[in-house]
């Protein structure tokens, strides 16, 4: 009888090969990949928008942010089960480094390529959305600016402590569906940690690009180009690389990967 899950070892081992493989992956093959990751989770975050857009004002804020939470992690099954990359989940690349069997410049090759596609797709899935009429209403259109205001006047330490927390929990939420051997169990296992992170309101770099771009597109007087980059993106960047490309990473192969060196005692 096959095996309904993985143990914390199979899924550690599991995961150094997804990260030898992501840093073998050529660059073009990483750009269009994180493009798709970018336009993936810009149609998650437009689900929670559209359902928390009018319901804060009539019932509880907690309550409206968790129905919106409920639907965002879509983006992410989006991203497993069809196929695309994003800069947290690549994050874990590190491990293939730590383990020797990458060289660091083809992570941080990886890291650079996927992230600039996540960029790529984000920004044009918010120009498609406001081409689109998306947030013509005027309850999508302040809410969308509302929360791209918000991010851009972060301050620069806080940015990256709610990136550092964001990608714990995303990186586990992606290191988790190796133990599912399932379609199903995967959706269940990725479904719960990012509503969390979204209902939480932790920073994600890669649903921020889109966020904040669309917010400025609706609103170009409200947010200024330079602090998407010196606010946001860039200190989110190194929150959620310092959690989910070093801190994980270096915890789970320090517990299950690291091999024990047992000193051998002779007696004459």
Known sequence: MSKTFLNTVEVAESVVQMAIK????KSLKIFVLGI???IFIALGFIAYITVTQSLGANVDPGLSK???AAVFPVGLMLVIFVGGSLFTGNNLAFLAYITGDSSFKDVLRNWIVVWLGNFVGSAFLAW???VAGVF???????MVVAIAEGKVNLGFAQAVASGFLCNVVVALAIWMTFAATDVSGKLWICWFPIMMFAL??????VANMFVITAGWMVSPESIAISDMFTNNYIPVTIGNMLSGGIFVPAVY???????????????V
Do not use: D, R
């Open 128 to 130: 498609i959305a406001v």
């Open 22 to 25: 992501k840093t073998k992956t």
């Open 66 to 68: 968790l129905l919106g």
């Open 36 to 38: 798709m990751g970018g």
């Open 253 to 267: 192969y320090w517990l299950y990967l690291k091999k024990e060196t047992s000193k051998v005692v002779t007696t």
């Open 136 to 142: 013509k209403s005027a309850p999508m259109a302040n």
């Open 200 to 205: 939480s309101g932790y920073q994600h770099v």
